[in-house]
């Protein structure tokens, strides 16, 4: 299970998180973590939440996760909303790990449609992102439900 959390800055995430998303953007070509579940969160006491929130859940859905929760926190909220919030986000990664099941959707499919289309041309260049979908079985399969189902197998 993965969470991706960041306090906004100028309407995005915070300069280490957007170094580490530079560091594993190769990632995102090969939908490089597959088959996990993960929570979008972004902090701010001011405006951009959704903006931050949003490009978080964007990365995520790029790199292959299925995102489950996306959080939106105010730091000054009362603390019963907090409380609820913190449980809302515990008892969706709690329901994860006790292995509910991790589906495609339409974000997912459609990134993985338009990454393979890109792939297959690189096949004559033979990149390491064409040798990694080859070698992976990823080019293989139809869909983004058919790489969860390889991976569930495993």
């Not at 490009?55 to 299925?66: P, S």
Request: glycine share 8%.
């Amino acid at each position: 299970f993965i969470i991706f959390a960041s306090p906004v800055y100028v309407h995005n995430v915070s300069g280490d998180m957007k170094i580490f998303f530079d560091r594993i953007g190769y990632w995102t070509h090969i939908m490089r973590l597959s088959g996990k579940a993960g929570i979008a969160i972004a902090t701010s006491s001011g405006n951009g939440l959704d903006l931050t929130v949003n490009y978080i859940h964007k990365i995520m859905v790029f790199l292959g996760i299925k995102v489950v929760g996306r959080f939106g926190v105010i730091p000054y909220l009362p603390k019963d909303e907090v409380d609820n919030l913190a449980k809302k986000c515990s008892n969706i990664i709690i329901e994860f790990m006790n292995g509910k099941k991790i589906e495609s959707d339409n974000q997912l499919e459609f990134v993985f449609k338009t990454n393979k289309d890109a792939i297959k041309l690189q096949e004559n260049i033979n990149s390491s992102e064409y040798r990694y979908w080859n070698e992976s079985g990823l080019l293989k399969c139809n869909s983004f439900e058919e790489v969860l189902s390889t991976i569930e197998k495993e």
